[in-house]
Antibody, heavy 119, light 111 residues
Framework: QVQLQESGPGLVKPSETLSLTCTVS????????CSWIRQPPGRGLEWIGY???????NYNPSLKSRVAISADTSKNQFSLRLTSVTAADTAVYYC?????????????WGQGTLVTVSS | QSVLTQPPSVSGAPGQRVTISCTGS?????????LHWYQQLPGTAPKFLIS???NRPSGVPGRISGSRSGSSASLAITELQTEDEADYYC???????????FGGGTKLTVL
């Protein structure tokens, strides 16, 4: 059974770095597109980026200068770093996986973790 | 402003049919990339519902279907039930952004 679980601080101060980790069980992350997606309170979904085949990455152009996604295949985990955060980065952050870039839906999601940016 | 455009809300009575539209452009839906739909119940993570180009995943009822025409797509739900009340999102790949794009979401209310 495939499961994804986000972990990390729920509160980050403005201008600091948001760091989250997604632990995946039931399948190897090396063969999938592993993504971070966020949802500000009361708003829609925003793709942050993904790492695929264990190492290649693509990011949302609107966040590209501040975001990095990495993977630790030995632990079957992938991580998100978002620098210089502001209140606009307050959101529920989901990790998720897809079998492909365009031909497959995002079929497994973590439960999501709320990250609040506040001093 | 989302790359894919959805109506903010739709509604229907139990037993009726509703459709939710998703309008894109030549760099996403119009480029024949697959279009995916998700259902999000309050307080939960989105759930993959259906893809336009592929078969319906097991567990998704046959009264839910998707279609495409040019740069637009639609999700149709027939025999509307109270448990269908949720937010629905469309998603595709966009070759100008080289990444995934979502619609702004549509809130379905069952009257």
């Amino acid at each position: 059974q495939v499961q994804l679980q986000e972990s990390g601080p729920g509160l980050v101060k403005p201008s600091e770095t948001l760091s989250l980790t997604c632990t995946v069980s039931g399948v190897s992350i090396s063969t999938y597109y592993c993504s971070w997606i966020r949802q500000p309170p009361g708003r829609g979904l925003e793709w942050i980026g993904y790492i695929y085949y264990g190492g290649s990455t693509n990011y949302n152009p609107s966040l590209k200068s501040r975001v990095a996604i990495s993977a630790d295949t030995s632990k079957n985990q992938f991580s998100l770093r978002l620098t210089s955060v502001t209140a606009a980065d307050t959101a529920v952050y989901y990790c998720a996986r897809s079998s492909g870039r365009d031909s497959s839906g995002i079929d497994y999601w973590g439960q999501g973790t709320l990250v609040t940016v506040s001093s | 402003q989302s790359v894919l455009t959805q109506p903010p809300s739709v509604s229907g009575a139990p037993g009726q049919r509703v459709t939710i539209s998703c309008t894109g452009s030549s760099s996403n839906i119009g480029a024949a990339y697959d279009l995916h739909w998700y259902q999000q119940l309050p307080g939960t993570a989105p759930k993959f519902l259906i893809s336009i180009n592929t078969n319906r995943p097991s567990g998704v009822p046959g009264r839910i279907s998707g279609s495409r025409s040019g740069s637009s797509a639609s999700l149709a739900i027939t025999e509307l039930q109270t448990e269908d009340e949720a937010d629905y999102y469309c998603q595709s790949y966009d070759n100008s952004l080289d990444g995934w794009v979502f619609g702004g979401g549509t809130k379905l209310t069952v009257l």
